[in-house]
């Protein structure tokens, strides 16, 4: 079963703009984490946030950390052609040890 | 440079047939993870070994067999078994089981039936 849900599904912006991807999840976690996907490519790790963390910066990534409502979202900002790819959230579940447990994907089209 | 290589990138099978997926990493890392991805959706974990000698089933591990014989290789076999084996299969490795570090992973193979 997927852990977390990723909102929108997809997502078309223009160059310049921002993008803000949602993850909603179910259980309990240790960790999120953001990945970014290429198209046919494997998946790449962006940023990490603890349980214990609300906010955590990269570069022109910005996530957040609601464990309250069981959320966190990704923004990047001043968005580039190159941004597009599928962005994935992963949660680390507390009672399995490293096993991710993947979202369905946000996939961002930035149009230049 | 070090990372995980995944081979082959295309694979085509006949039905009946078992065929094996390679995954080496040269990271040193002790944990390894196989998974599966079908078009438009998210990762489904496959197998999973937390150090050489061991793995352990995932959420899909039905119709799919590995081996850790060696701790930079984590082979996955698609049996016959698995009927709809038709997917992109992705490797990820990880420095440790028990803590916070991210997975690294392939480019992946793209399974076809013939």
């Known amino acids: 079963s997927q852990q977390g849900e990723e909102d929108p599904q997809a997502l078309s912006i223009q160059e310049g703009e921002n993008a803000t991807m949602n993850c909603s999840y179910k259980?309990?976690?240790?960790?999120l984490q953001w990945y970014r996907q290429n198209s046919g490519r494997g998946l790449v790790h962006l940023i990490l946030?603890?349980?214990?963390?609300r906010e955590k910066h990269s570069g022109r990534l910005r996530v957040t950390l609601d464990t309250s409502k069981k959320s966190s979202s990704l923004l990047i900002t001043a968005s580039r052609a190159a941004d597009t790819a599928s962005y994935f959230c992963?949660?680390?579940?507390?009672?399995?040890?490293?096993?991710?447990?993947f979202g369905g994907g946000t996939r961002l089209m930035v149009k230049p | 440079d070090g990372g995980i290589t995944q081979s082959p990138k295309y694979l085509f099978r006949k039905e009946g047939q078992n065929v094996t997926l390679s995954c080496e990493q040269n990271?040193?890392?002790?944990?390894m993870y196989w998974y599966r991805q079908d078009p438009g959706q998210g990762l489904r974990l496959i197998y999973y070994?937390?150090?050489?000698?061991?793995?352990q089933k995932g959420d899909i591990a039905e119709g799919y067999s590995v081996s850790r014989e060696k701790k930079e290789s984590f082979p996955l076999t698609v049996t016959s078994a698995q009927k709809n084996p038709t997917a992109f299969y992705l490797c990820?490795?990880?420095?440790?089981?028990?803590?916070?570090?991210?997975?690294?992973f392939g480019d992946g193979t793209r399974l076809s039936i013939l």
């Open positions: 992963a949660t680390r579940r507390e009672d399995a040890g490293n096993m991710l447990t």
């Open positions: 259980t309990s976690i240790n960790n």
């Open positions: 946030i603890r349980s214990n963390e």
């Open positions: 990271l040193n890392h002790d944990a």
């Open positions: 070994s937390q150090i050489v000698n061991d793995f």
């Open positions: 990820a490795s990880s420095i440790s089981w028990m803590n916070d570090q991210p997975q690294h």
